[in-house]
């Protein structure tokens, strides 16, 4: 009864359009009154133990150095790099909108900064050389769910706060799993240059190569900084997020100089903008996540999925089925703060890491940020191309496929999550 009444008001709240922070604070509230022990205290306490809570600093300053690095040529110059390395085999350009992705990955965190950063500088050009504008929409929007995969990932930050897990083993293991996307996509990619015999062009000289990688150089250094600054217990995460800031700002005004005072003020708002959403649905999500827990809603969940069966390997299949489900109709981040603490006890009670657990279901999530009818990534692309959603969603489902098939593989070969972690994490 308890478990339903959870389901039920909080997917209706969703359908009725209420946003999702205040969604969360309804459910937590027919949860108490379903408990019955109605105190509207209990609901404002936490959601001030939710955001009051430092790591959770580190999301506001990679989302400013994420905005930052969009005004201060940072993302130009990765492209372009990108593009001086592989831009000359034979439907090129696709290559390096997911190396470029790859790359900025390591320096933003954000799936929609990343899609914006990459996709407004690449698809015009794409077009230009008569690139299919569908598919490359496509691949676009797919390369950019990396962002939050491989480290620095806001969203394993926010895993390892509610989860009470390493910040930076969960890094360390998005690494491989982040790269084996990109490779996957390129695959994909391969196939569809071949069929639609997409023209080579002129090979990068080695000068031109070398000053393309000069141009970079303070671009490509930032990612190197920042977990090379973590693992050397330099700094914590979240310092690291300042450090990228200050970075950022250094680059900007004296290496590029591209950026300029009156930069700031828009580039401030924006990231308030941004992190004021996070902030205010990590809180919401703390509140209902107090309220779950009394209502033993994990605890019933996990009796429901054992009463299906209790081997691993279909446990997994049913959790990477549920989380790929509710990544249709819900965002990530809010996602992720209601399923973490109801699924990730139900996890460490059957013996697995944390670490891969929390991998895994933040790659299960960014699936669900490119698939309609409420994929932010996808409405991204959607702007970027003035595509409709239905134009853009057929030549995303190869692509979709692909991510799955990895997900799949990292899933039953946890080695290649752990690995990094485990080598490196102490």
Known sequence: ????????????????????????????????????????????????????????????????????????????????????????????????????????????????????????????????????????????????????????????????????????????????????????????????????????????????????????FWAILLPVIIMGGILGGIFTPTEAAVVAVVYALLVGFFAYRELKLSYLPEIFARAAKSTAVVMLVCGAATAAGYLITTAQIPQLLSNTLLSISNNIVVLMLLINILLLLVGLVMDLTPALLILGPILLPIATNFGLDPIYFGVVMVMNLCIGIITPPVGTVLYVGCGLSGLSMGELVKPLLSFISIMIAVLLIVTYFPGIITFIPNAFGN
Not at 195 to 201: A, F, L, P, S
Request: glycine share 12%; proline share 5%; net charge positive.
């Open 1 to 216: 009864m308890m478990l339903a009444a959870f389901l039920i008001s909080m997917f209706s709240f969703i359908f009725l359009n209420v946003p999702i922070a205040f969604s969360l604070v309804l459910t937590a509230l027919v949860l108490m009154m379903f408990t019955g022990s109605v105190s509207p205290a209990i609901i404002t306490q936490n959601i001030v133990r939710g955001i009051d809570n430092f790591p959770l600093m580190a999301i506001p300053f990679f989302v400013l150095a994420g905005e930052i690095m969009n005004a201060g040529g940072i993302s130009k110059r990765i492209v372009n790099f990108a593009k001086a390395l592989i831009g000359h085999v034979t439907g090129g350009l696709g290559y390096v909108t997911v190396l470029a992705s790859m790359l900025f990955a390591g320096v933003s965190g954000s799936a929609v900064a990343d899609t914006s950063a990459i996709g407004s500088i690449l698809l015009p050009v794409m077009e230009e050389q008569g690139y299919d504008k569908n598919k490359s929409t496509a691949l676009i929007v797919s390369a950019g769910t990396i962002g939050p995969i491989i480290p620095p990932s806001i969203p394993m930050i926010i895993f390892g706060v509610i989860g009470g897990v390493s910040i930076v083993k969960l890094f360390l293991g998005g690494i491989i799993p982040g790269i084996l996307i990109g490779i996957g996509l390129m695959i994909g990619w391969y196939f569809h240059s071949k069929k639609r015999g997409y023209r080579k062009t002129r090979r990068t000289t080695l000068k031109e190569l070398w000053q393309s990688t000069i141009a970079a």
